[in-house]
């Protein structure tokens, strides 16, 4: 079974977490036009050319306020970014000819660190910030965990 001894669905939940707080704040300074995302974070380790569905690579999957609209799109942002390896923006705007029927035309998700998410709810920068956000606390979060494991005596993680 593939998936990641240190990007868990705890972690991903975690880095929603701190990333929530942050987008309330946008939205109490105006800057997102209301208090509603939903955030889509995909496994890693869990890849479309080895086999997994997007269902199956799905890690973590919150809406932050009244999201339930917005998680069709937010799916179909993580998916794309997941199958091309780069965010929806970027596929809109220079590689439109990999969107496939059903994909979603707007923007708003992050592919940092071969980790992919998917946000909506919002105007699109908003939502790629917050997918950019959860992808980098995601990353910070794993760094944390293994200089913890390098200081350890375990040689293999898992030990």
């Given at each position: 079974?593939?998936?990641?001894?240190?990007?868990?669905?705890?972690?991903?939940?975690?880095?929603?977490?701190i990333?929530?707080?942050?987008?309330?704040?946008?939205?109490?300074?105006?800057?997102?036009?209301?208090?509603?995302?939903?955030?889509?974070?995909?496994?890693?380790?869990?890849?479309?050319?080895?086999?997994?569905?997007f269902?199956?690579?799905?890690?973590?999957?919150?809406?932050?306020?009244?999201?339930?609209?917005?998680?069709?799109?937010?799916?179909?942002?993580?998916?794309?970014?997941?199958?091309?390896?780069?965010?929806?923006?970027?596929?809109?705007?220079?590689?439109?000819?990999?969107?496939?029927?059903?994909?979603?035309?707007?923007g708003?998700?992050?592919?940092?660190?071969?980790?992919?998410?998917?946000?909506?709810?919002?105007?699109?920068?908003?939502?790629?910030?917050?997918?950019?956000?959860?992808?980098?606390?995601?990353?910070?979060?794993?760094?944390?965990?293994?200089?913890?494991?390098?200081?350890?005596?375990?040689?293999?993680?898992?030990?």
């Open positions: 079974m593939t998936e990641s001894y240190l990007l868990t669905k705890i972690v991903a939940q975690k880095a929603i977490d990333v929530s707080a942050s987008f309330m704040a946008a939205v109490e300074m105006q800057e997102a036009k209301r208090p509603a995302i939903h955030i889509v974070v995909m496994d890693p380790t869990k890849r479309p050319e080895m086999g997994f569905t269902e199956e690579a799905i890690l973590c999957e919150v809406s932050v306020g009244e999201a339930e609209k917005y998680i069709p799109i937010a799916r179909a942002k993580a998916k794309s970014t997941w199958i091309h390896r780069m965010p929806a923006q970027e596929i809109q705007q220079f590689y439109p000819h990999l969107l496939e029927k059903g994909a979603t035309k707007w708003g998700s992050a592919y940092l660190h071969h980790i992919s998410v998917g946000a909506s709810g919002v105007q699109y920068q908003i939502d790629q910030w917050v997918s950019e956000l959860v992808a980098s606390t995601c990353r910070a979060l794993c760094v944390g965990a293994m200089i913890n494991i390098m200081n350890s005596d375990a040689t293999f993680l898992g030990e």
